[in-house]
């Protein structure tokens, strides 16, 4: 109870010391601007729970979960694939390379040209963006894999899929994971950017129409949603890596007592 207690308050001590700090310094605040964080959460309260959580929250939260899970998907297929064949991985790294170094954002016109600007496109933009990192972290991982246990799992019979499952995935998860975490900021970010192009709804849409029409407390209260956004999707995305590798951090801790 004491463990779960200091999690706890570790995970929101530093957010409540921010938003007391913030509270306290725009209490009396008069700057257009800036306005003070009552009148922001007051206009938090009118404008998200209403009309606009269905109309721009929720289709922005399907876009990023449908090409946060396409990278995913696409990244660690393709990281195992590269990371388990020499060649491929030779023939594949300056390119991965070239692409990589290009930023995301700046293929938003492109894809608009091919993809239009529905849906579409901004999903096509969340997965050019996050599919990075979970790539290239499942190529480190398959490589990493210990020798030792590859040569047992052949010696054992262990080929196909179970080798698959339980030696490469497992042994590079990891690091998936590691890349999955880099990803989900990534995809926040270019959720966002995708919808102050060319879109009719979302949050992205939503914080320029009002920063357009001067509604400063709800601009800042769609920026205060975002992170709360980023936050949630963080703590659940760390639960699902507690469960996922249990067998991991049991090991680490256990390396570390002895």
Same mark, same amino acid.
Not at 25 to 29: E, F, G, L, R
Not at 52 to 59: G, H, I, M, N, S
Not at 199 to 208: E, K, P, R, T, W
């Given at each position: 109870m004491?463990?779960?207690a200091? &999690? ?8 409540a010391?921010i ?5 306290l ?5 008069e ?8 009148a922001?959460?007051e206009?938090f309260g009118?404008v998200w729970t209403?009309r606009?959580?269905?109309? /721009?929250?929720?289709?922005s939260?399907a ?13 660690v297929g ?5 990371g388990?064949?020499r ?6 790294e ?5 692409l990589r ?10 894809i608009?040209l091919?993809a239009?600007?529905?849906d579409? +496109?901004?999903?096509l933009?969340?997965?050019?963006g996050c ?6 972290? $499942?190529v480190e991982?398959?490589?990493?894999? /210990?020798?030792?246990l590859?040569e047992? $799992? ?6 196909g899929?179970?080798r ?7 042994s590079?998860s990891?690091q998936i994971?590691a890349g999955?975490? &880099? ?9 966002v950017?995708s919808? +102050?192009?060319a ?10 129409q ?8 709800? +601009?800042?209260s769609?920026?205060l949603?975002?992170g709360l956004l980023g936050?949630?999707l ?7 890596e507690a469960r996922a590798l ?6 680490r801790? $256990?390396q570390?007592?002895s």
């Open positions: 004491i463990r779960v200091r &999690q706890v308050g570790l995970i929101v001590g530093l957010p010391v938003f007391t700090a913030w509270w310094a725009t209490a009396d605040s700057n257009f601007y800036f306005p003070p964080l009552s922001i959460l206009a009118e209403g606009r959580l269905a109309d /721009d929250v929720l289709p939260v876009r990023l979960a449908v090409g946060y899970l396409a990278a995913l998907a696409l990244g393709l990281g195992v694939v590269i388990s064949y060649r491929v991985r030779a023939a594949t300056p390119v991965l390379e070239f170094a290009i930023p995301p954002p700046v293929l938003v016109p492109v608009m091919f239009g600007i529905g579409g +496109m901004k999903v933009v969340i997965v050019c599919i990075w990192p979970i790539l290239l972290n $499942t991982g398959v490589r990493a894999v /210990d020798g030792v590859a047992a $799992t052949r010696s054992y019979g262990i080929r899929f179970g698959l499952r339980h030696l490469v995935l497992g590079a990891p994971f999955a975490r &880099q990803a989900l900021s990534i995809g926040i970010i270019l959720m950017i919808e +102050m192009f879109a009719s709804n979302g949050l992205g849409f939503a914080i320029v009002f920063q357009r029409t001067f509604a400063i407390s709800e +601009m800042w769609g920026i949603l975002l936050f949630t963080s703590l659940v995305l760390r639960a699902v249990a067998w991991y951090h049991g090991l801790r $256990t570390r007592s």
